[in-house]
């Protein structure tokens, strides 16, 4: 079965250049736009791994880290922060949550693609 | 016959006229010195109806007594409100003296108050008292009270000048009362009734008090005061003592004492005023330190919100500017992985070189991002075990497909031995790194690049050496600056003019160095970066 991604992502040109590679790859991409949409529609799509935006509108993305990571029910699904926006705090609270911060521009949707794969097989293996 | 106490009661009396007149003449332009003043005259009236009986005993007296004293505390409660900051209005004050004189006309023309005049104690008088006394007594003890709860409640809500004024008029006030209540309730109730008439003298305590605050000049003044008051008594002593002498001889010995005091006694109190001045100007001196203390506090903490305000700009703003960039970067890659379909070779030529160009553009925003976190001391490290052999190969890895693109060589150096891991910021060295290989692919058209580490017992050294157009010695020169490439060179044409100068002031940080070694034109450039090994 294919493996699925939640992207939570408010840029259009942004999501719609990360589906479409994710899903040349095999994997199956749920979009949402905003950290509300995505965290609701964890219950229901069981992601394999989220790919989350920092700066959404609404909720942010840090408060959405924090509410997964502290969930029993979503703590083990491994999240790749993607984003653009880059601070220490975040970077601190990335680090304290275990995991990956990447930012946007410094990589390629190839790169994304490795990054997806390894984080996978990380969470599989643990 | 008058006594001891009742004259006590007139030189009181007078005092208490001749302060009023001081504080009244000393500035009438300012409403609390008439105000004071009123206070003061209507006291020393009071004090004197007091007095009146001793040599004529007449209700008239005893009547007048009460009915001044009726004013007293009205005359009192006007300035005290002033003094407290305390609006005077054109009602407030009519109101006021209204209920003042109310009582003064009852207490006056008819035998509702007082109704009668007997001798009571040595030296005292008393009237019988009327129907309307325990509402008099209500009035008084009530606007007593008013003017000393309206004294504490300022006395909390303010400071400096205004603080040590009240305070005074507090102390004036309190000891007042204790005095009054001890000769006029304790000691009777106790059998003592003989100090029962020091009530109305000892107003002069706090009318002394409330000068003190109210002149200002003398707000501490209390030493002064008694320095002058010592003078004068133990030079009033010496000219008893000069005048009474036997003999002449005396007399002479006891006028040149008496001269040489005066001339000590004056220099006492002028040390005494000089000495008040200067406390006085420091006290001043102090409170405008302190103003000055909180806007430099307030001043500070705006900054510092600004420095916030323009750091977390600056992040929102990188955001937004990364945002179309990524999307090119990502596209671009997808076409040139082939996934769009096959292009000639021209166009991917083309793709190639607005891959670049966008990646320059990438590299900009970061290093503006990074300079300004420099400049305001706000870029922050991360400090772990770092192993450069790593992080090298993985930039090599990383860089592969340029360098096989320009057809030049690699090779990397490294020690048989693996080199000491370093206390530092992985993504900031790695940075500083792939800054230094990207720049030799950059410059390098023909040949390779040589990278060396090596393991310097203290601290580890990263060379990076390559086979491109080197530099001549002026275009080294400011090679570390911000935007060096504006020093009439022709060095860098694909860089940002900022990746060196970062990467300078992030090496700074971890207490390394970097510097450029070249030949001349033509002959390589040699980039040295050292970190050092921190024992831990």
């Known amino acids: 079965m294919n493996k699925k991604i939640l992207l939570i992502e408010d840029e259009k040109i942004l999501s719609e250049m990360y589906a479409a590679r994710l899903k040349k790859e095999g994997y199956k991409v749920i979009n949402s736009q905003d950290a509300e949409g995505g965290i609701s529609l964890i219950k229901k799509e069981k992601p394999d791994l989220i790919l989350l935006d920092l700066l959404l509108p609404g909720m942010q993305g840090q408060e959405a880290l924090k509410i997964l990571k502290e969930d029993p029910a979503t703590k083990n699904i491994p999240i790749i922060i993607l984003s653009n926006y880059d601070t220490p705090k975040v970077r601190k609270q990335s680090k304290e949550y275990n995991t990956k911060y990447i930012l946007k521009a410094n990589i390629t949707t190839r790169d994304l693609v490795g990054l997806v794969r390894e984080e996978m097989e990380g969470s599989g293996q643990g | ?536």
């Not at chain 2, 023309?109 to 008099?136: K, M």
């Not at chain 2, 497909?401 to 992985?426: E, G, H, M, T, V």
């Not at chain 2, 160095?513 to 002959?523: D, H, L, Q, T, V």
Request: glycine residues 8%.
């Open chain 2, 1 to 536: 016959m008058v006594d001891i106490l009742e004259i006590t009661v007139l030189i009181t009396a007078i005092l208490n006229l001749l302060l009023g007149f001081f504080v009244l003449f000393q500035k009438p332009s300012r409403r609390i010195n008439r105000l004071f003043g009123i206070f003061g005259l209507i006291t020393a009236a009071w004090v004197f109806t007091n007095f009146m009986p001793s040599i004529q005993p007449s209700v008239f007296w005893v009547k007048s007594g009460y009915a001044i004293g009726a004013l007293v505390p009205a005359s009192a409660l006007l300035w005290v409100l002033d003094l407290c900051g305390k609006k005077i209005t054109r009602t407030r004050t009519v109101l006021i003296y209204s209920l003042g004189f109310l009582f003064f006309t009852l207490a006056h023309i008819n035998n509702l108050i007082v109704t009668d005049v007997e001798r009571v104690y040595l030296g005292g008088y008393e009237g019988d008292t009327g129907p309307l006394f325990a509402l008099y007594s209500v009035y008084i003890i009530g606007a007593l009270f008013s003017v000393l709860y309206l004294l504490i409640l300022t006395y909390f809500r303010v400071s400096g000048l205004k603080k040590t004024q009240i305070r005074y008029v507090l102390i004036g006030a309190i000891l007042y009362i204790v005095i009054v209540s001890l000769v006029s309730f304790i000691l009777p109730l106790l059998g003592g009734l003989e100090y029962i008439n020091l009530d109305s003298p000892s107003s002069i305590i706090l009318i002394i008090f409330t000068t003190l605050a109210i002149t200002r000049h003398h707000l501490f003044g209390i030493r002064l005061i008694l320095t002058e008051i010592l003078v004068a008594a133990i030079g009033l002593t010496l000219l008893i003592q000069a005048l009474t002498a036997e003999t002449l001889g005396w007399k002479i010995f006891g006028f040149v004492l008496l001269i040489l005091f005066g001339i000590l006694g004056y220099l006492l109190i002028r040390a005494t005023l000089q000495e008040i001045q200067r406390r006085e100007e420091i006290e001043k001196l102090s409170e405008q330190i302190k103003v000055s203390n909180i806007r430099l506090e307030a001043a500070l903490k705006a900054l510092e919100k600004l420095d916030k305000a323009k750091t977390e700009f600056l992040s929102i703003a990188s955001h937004q500017l990364r945002t179309p960039l990524t999307a090119v970067k990502g596209y671009l890659a997808m076409i040139q992985e082939g996934l769009y379909g096959k292009f000639s070779e021209d166009a991917s030529k083309v793709f190639h070189k607005i891959y670049a160009s966008n990646e320059r553009l990438i590299e900009l925003v970061n290093s503006l991002l990074d300079i300004s976190r420099i400049e305001v001391g706000r870029m922050e490290f991360n400090i772990e075990d770092v192993q450069i052999e790593d992080i090298t190969e993985s930039i090599i890895e990383e860089l592969s497909f340029y360098i096989k693109n320009k057809n030049l060589y690699i090779k990397l150096n490294k020690p048989k031995k693996s080199l000491q891991k370093i206390r530092a910021d992985r993504a900031k060295i790695r940075q500083v790194i792939l800054n230094l290989i990207d720049n030799a692919i950059k410059y390098t058209q023909r040949g390779g690049i040589t990278v060396t580490l090596q393991d310097l017992d203290d601290r580890i050294r990263i060379s990076v050496k390559d086979t491109g157009i080197g530099m001549t010695k002026k275009e080294m020169e400011g090679l570390f600056e911000m935007y060096s490439r504006g020093k009439g060179m022709r060095l860098f044409p694909e860089g940002t003019g900022l990746g060196l100068y970062v990467a300078q002031k992030l090496l700074q940080a971890h207490m390394g160095k970097i510097w450029a070694e070249s030949e001349g034109k033509n002959k390589g450039s040699t980039f040295h970066v050292e970190l050092p090994l921190r024992r831990r």
